[in-house]
């Protein structure tokens, strides 16, 4: 069985289509720039690449250049369309209403519709990709929704309630919702399977630290809380987002400067975090490297970052009333290994002791066990697949 894994952006949409059989990739590709100018490319399994730039006004002209692409002669993966089985969309906000994946129907896509108060450049996005696969692949292709929420949605009212007066909860659904479930399931169960364990008997803290990050802990194989909130700003510090603030900094820097709300919400989002405080780069990359030659802001940065992740695992640690395996994903958390080692230093008091060449060597998709024999809580560095779960599902639901 062959699916189609599509991850579709407000002016971008990537896919994968993945032979389930044996899980591999037989091809992917990215089209960018939907709506601006536009720019594609495919490439397949064993290599070939089709790159060029093309006008794509909607997102129905993107889906139209990724049919050519997986049919064509030269840079084809499938004789024709009928080898895909189904199609798996992810979907950033699911809300209260998507407790896990479902198939589409004209009801799911009005469902992800109104969610888009909560999620308006994400969820728009989504159900333009969704209405567009419609268009190209029609109705006898199932689609699936996966959520980016669901896997958080076991969290109980103490974790995911806000503080501010129960009414906003109420007619706004203001609360914690949480982001990157789609991978912080994937490495939490690919945890238990490292640890030979069932997950239902492991507490484990996953730090899914790329662009965007957020940290979860999970007790019974279930969500009992998690860094990011109702939207992706909170938590963390991340490469152009703050994470969490006390909210009159909020306040306080929008009368200094007279910003409107979404002047405050760019400068939220875009301008700082790693950006922010290093004036070097959002890039962890690009930092490091400054921090290395001298830049003390660059330096400071980092530091924060470490500390943070540090303060959310103690914390975390605390909630779950222990943890038995900490997991790295995502963009740093598979590479960085400084920052994981530093983090990890600092656990010591509870145990936790890294082999610094089993660290060093877990980097570009290497997965593994860092911590050593004795340590009391293994630490592992795992690459995330937010697509094969998607894959996995729809093949689950389509099956059913
Ligand atoms: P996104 O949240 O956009 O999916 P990623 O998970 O790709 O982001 O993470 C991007 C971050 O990961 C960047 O800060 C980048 O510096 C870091 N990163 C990615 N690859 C590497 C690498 N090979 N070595 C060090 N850092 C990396």
């Keep these: 069985m062959k699916i189609l894994v599509i991850n579709a952006g407000s002016s971008s949409m990537k896919y994968q289509l993945i032979d389930m059989d044996d899980e591999s990739v037989i091809a992917k590709g990215n089209c960018e720039r939907i709506g601006v100018d536009g720019h594609f490319k495919h490439t397949t399994g064993d290599g070939r690449v089709y790159e060029t730039d093309v006008v794509m006004n909607n997102h129905t002209e993107a889906f139209v250049q990724i ?16 080898e895909v089985s189904a199609i798996g969309h992810r ?3 699911g809300g209260a209403l998507f407790s896990e994946s479902v198939l589409v129907n004209e009801d799911v896509i009005k ?16 159900v333009q990709g969704i209405r567009a696969c419609l268009d190209v692949f029609g109705t006898e292709v199932p689609e699936v929704v996966v959520f980016d929420t669901a896997f958080h949605s076991t969290m109980p009212p103490k974790a995911f309630t806000y503080p501010v007066p129960y009414e906003y909860y109420e007619k706004y659904a203001v609360r914690r919702y949480g982001f990157h479930g789609t991978s912080h399931r994937y490495v939490s169960q690919r945890c238990a399977e490292l640890m030979g364990k069932d997950i239902k008997d492991i507490k484990i803290i996953t730090c899914h630290l790329g662009n965007g990050s957020s940290i979860t802990a999970i007790k019974d194989g279930k969500v009992i809380d998690t860094s990011m909130g109702l939207t992706p700003l909170d938590g963390i510090m991340m490469g152009t987002r703050t994470g969490c603030l006390d909210p009159s900094v909020v306040t306080f820097i929008a009368e200094k400067e007279g910003f409107t709300p979404s002047e405050m919400d760019t400068l939220l989002n875009k ?107 293994d630490v592992f560095v795992i690459p995330t697949n937010e697509e094969l779960v998607i894959a996995r599902d729809t093949m689950a639901l389509v099956q059913k």
């Design 67 to 82: 049919k050519n692409a997986l049919i064509s002669e030269e840079y084809g993966v499938i004789k024709n369309l009928d």
């Design 91 to 93: 979907i950033v906000q």
């Design 111 to 126: 469902g992800i519709e109104s969610l888009i108060p909560l999620a308006p450049l994400h969820n728009a996005a989504h």
């Design 271 to 377: 301008k700082s975090g790693f950006l922010g405080i290093s004036g070097v780069s959002s890039d962890d990359r690009d930092v490091t490297a400054a921090a290395e030659s001298g830049n003390a802001r660059a330096q400071l940065a980092i530091d924060i970052l470490e500390y943070q992740i540090l303060k959310y695992i103690g914390s975390y640690t605390a909630a779950l009333g222990g943890v038995d395996a900490i997991v790295f994903t995502a963009g740093i958390g598979e590479n960085q290994c400084s920052h994981r080692i530093n983090v990890c230093n600092n656990l010591a008091y509870m145990g936790v002791k890294v082999d610094a060449d089993l660290n060093a060597k877990a980097i570009r998709g290497v997965e593994g066990k860092i911590s050593t024999p004795d340590s009391t809580v």
